[in-house]
């Protein structure tokens, strides 16, 4: 999938302030909400495509919305740490499997 954005490199996980497991933790929290057929989850990602200003999820940004309103929701905070969404989007899009569930998710949800 073509990125309207370049990927800026991603601080070692140190930069994060805490274990490096905390970013693979969040992936696979991530990639659970992704693939999963909770209804809570997938009415999340709608939520934010709906309220997004990007049509698709070819821009990084539109992918980090969605990771930040995953992290937001799972661990009760207004703020996730943006170089940790940042990390997590990235590993997202890396992955085509995802990359396409959300992207079919995102697009279902701006047609209605």
């Known amino acids: 999938m073509n990125r309207e954005r370049e990927h800026e490199p991603l601080p070692p996980d140190e930069e994060f302030g805490g274990d490096p497991s905390d970013a693979r933790l969040l992936e696979r929290i991530l990639q659970e909400t992704i693939s999963a057929e909770h209804a809570e989850a ?6 934010v495509a709906r309220q997004s200003r990007y049509a698709d999820t070819t821009d990084i940004a539109a992918v980090e919305e969605v ?4 992290i937001a929701r799972r661990f ?4 996730p740490l943006p170089q940790l969404v940042r990390r997590v989007a990235h590993s997202l899009v890396e992955q ?4 396409i569930r959300l992207e079919r998710i995102w697009q279902e949800a701006r047609s209605r």
């Open 42 to 47: 997938l009415e999340l990602i709608r939520g």
């Open 67 to 70: 990771v930040a309103a995953i």
């Open 76 to 79: 009760k905070t207004r703020q």
């Open 96 to 99: 085509p499997e995802a990359t």
